[in-house]
């Protein structure tokens, strides 16, 4: 089994960064592409970001690309979403998922093993 912690929500002003953290514990997830979802009230859950096993092969949503860049350390068995110049459209529950495969998934299914969440909320 593997367990994911997210970590690095908070309040933030329009135009800030946050740095979301993922540790994984129970298993390395070194062979495991990951990826980050989030949902806002009212909304269905999305792709945010994903990230291949290595690290080396990255997929981001139109809505965040330029902005969002995710990062996989597989020496601390922790992934990262470095978010930049944020917007109150980006207000949401984040979420990072485990999947037991080489490739990057944009499809949620794909995914395994599932964080807790941290809350995202970017004021205007």
């Known amino acids: 089994q593997v367990q994911l912690v997210e970590s690095g929500g908070g309040l933030v002003q329009a135009g800030g960064s946050l740095r979301l953290s993922c540790a994984a514990s129970?298993?390395?997830?070194?062979?495991?592409?990951v990826g980050w979802f989030r949902q806002a009230p009212g909304k269905e859950r999305e792709l945010v970001a994903a990230i291949n096993w290595s690290g080396g092969v990255t997929y981001y949503a139109d809505s965040v690309k330029g902005r969002f860049s995710t990062s996989k350390d597989n020496a601390k068995n922790t992934m990262y979403l470095q978010m930049n110049s944020l917007k109150p459209e980006d207000t949401a529950v984040y979420y990072c998922a485990a999947n037991p495969s080489y490739r990057l998934s944009i499809e949620s299914g794909s995914y395994d093993y599932w964080g807790q969440g941290t809350q995202v909320t970017v004021s205007s």
């Open positions: 129970g298993r390395t997830l070194r062979n495991y592409a």
